[in-house]
């Protein structure tokens, strides 16, 4: 069976109104629900997630959330759970995210919202990533790492509830030092899949690894074609429907 291509617009804390979400989303939308071969997923700010998801029509673009805490309710002042995003209709989580990870998000903490977003049957796509690239690969193994214990505890069965987003520290947001290369890509989706492979056997090649970090519409469908992912995670470009439409066109056309 052919796979879509997953692809998913992270907004971060953009736009500043509702109805700046709305117009954004709905454009979006006249692009993404035409494409058979793209599942596309935006993931606004929470405060916006239920009224966006009032927006979806059919299942080619869905909506998900930015964060979440993992407890499904309790004395947590000012923390939304997973099971009340799932119950408002996120479909997808996005976790430890390297701008939570800076906030002080830790590998335990990161692991137990994977375990909570699984158990509250959504998609959980955990975001990995080193900060800089040493010449011994050292981070290598500190991607490895982090995967291990971010997946601990999560069953066999369970593996088709997680996508893995390799997101390069050093190449997102405009403050991003340098692009990525599609050949930088594919060293770690390649390292991310042997991880899995090591952990699940098998059965671990359910799970979709993406690409994340300054993708634009010029450079999609290069990580797309020579990466080995299956899709992007998509941060300023997701803002702006032209460019992210043009990005969902390329990668409906890669077969
Ligand atoms: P960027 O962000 O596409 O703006 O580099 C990606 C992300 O942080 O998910």
Request: proline fraction near 3%.
């Amino acid at each position: 069976m052919k796979t879509k291509k997953l692809i998913i617009g992270n907004w971060k804390m953009y736009p500043a109104s509702l109805k700046d979400a709305k117009a954004k989303f709905t454009a979006i939308k006249k692009t993404a629900g035409k494409l058979v071969n793209v599942q596309t997923v935006i993931c606004p700010p929470l405060v916006y997630v239920s009224e966006l998801k009032k927006l979806v029509s059919g299942h080619r673009v869905v909506i998900g959330a930015q964060n979440a805490w993992f407890e499904s309710e309790g004395a947590f002042t000012g923390e939304v759970s997973i099971a009340m995003l799932a119950s408002v209709g996120a479909q997808y989580v996005i976790v430890g995210h390297s701008e939570r990870r800076a906030m002080g998000e830790s590998d335990e903490l990161i692991n137990k919202k994977v375990l909570a977003g699984v158990k509250a049957g959504i998609i959980v796509v955990l975001c990995v990533g080193e900060r800089d690239r040493d010449p011994d690969g050292v981070y290598l193994k500190f991607i490895t790492e982090q995967i291990k214990e971010a997946l601990h505890g999560v069953q066999k069965k369970e593996l088709k509830k997680i996508v893995i987003a390799y997101e390069p520290i050093w190449a997102i947001g405009k403050n991003a030092i340098h692009p990525s290369s599609p050949d930088d890509a594919l060293e770690v989706s390649i390292l991310i899949k042997r991880t899995l492979a090591d952990l699940y056997g098998k059965d671990s090649s359910v799970i979709q690894v993406l690409y994340g970090g300054s993708v634009d519409a010029k450079n999609a469908w290069e990580f797309l074609l020579k990466s080995q992912v299956n899709g992007l995670l998509v941060g300023r470009a997701s803002l702006d429907a032209k460019v992210f439409g043009e990005i969902l066109k390329s990668a409906d056309q890669i077969k």
